[in-house]
């Protein structure tokens, strides 16, 4: 492979990279702004989008800042639309966020961030090193 063809591809897969969730974001119905779907695990789930609360319904979806209330031995999972699953086994009243945010887990795997950036910063390294290292357009020197 020559070294325009490598960048090239490289290239390609960062603009992927950088892509994929602003397709995610995109995709689905123009005029739905719900940012993610409630499943109930058992028990009693209730969501005000806007409103009263009401029971929630199987894989509803809810708008930012509706309002999730988990009762006594009840949990719900709110999955966004990026994948990203949240989930709400203790009692009490939640608002659910614009995006998804991870809890910081001390000793667990990496983050979706983590992850990102470190095959971002990856294919920049790889790229320098190749750039660096032997650029066949150059003639030979002749001694």
Known sequence: MNHSMF???VFGLAMALVSM??????????????VAKV??????????DPG???TALPDQRVHKK???????????????????????DDP??????????LPIVMGG???????????????AAIYAIVDNNGDDDRPPVSR
């Open 7 to 9: 960048r090239s591809v």
């Open 66 to 88: 509706a309002r999730l209330m988990v009762s006594e031995e009840s949990s719900a999972t709110v999955v966004y639309d990026d994948g990203c699953k949240q989930k709400y």
């Open 92 to 101: 009490g009243i939640y608002e659910i966020s614009a995006t998804c945010v």
């Open 52 to 54: 009263e609360f009401a």
């Open 39 to 48: 499943e109930t695990d058992g028990g009693v789930i209730m969501i005000s």
């Open 21 to 34: 969730p602003l397709y995610a974001q995109s995709s689905g119905d123009e005029n739905d702004d719900t």
């Open 109 to 123: 795997g990496p983050s979706k961030a983590l992850i990102i950036g470190g095959i971002i910063v990856g294919s």
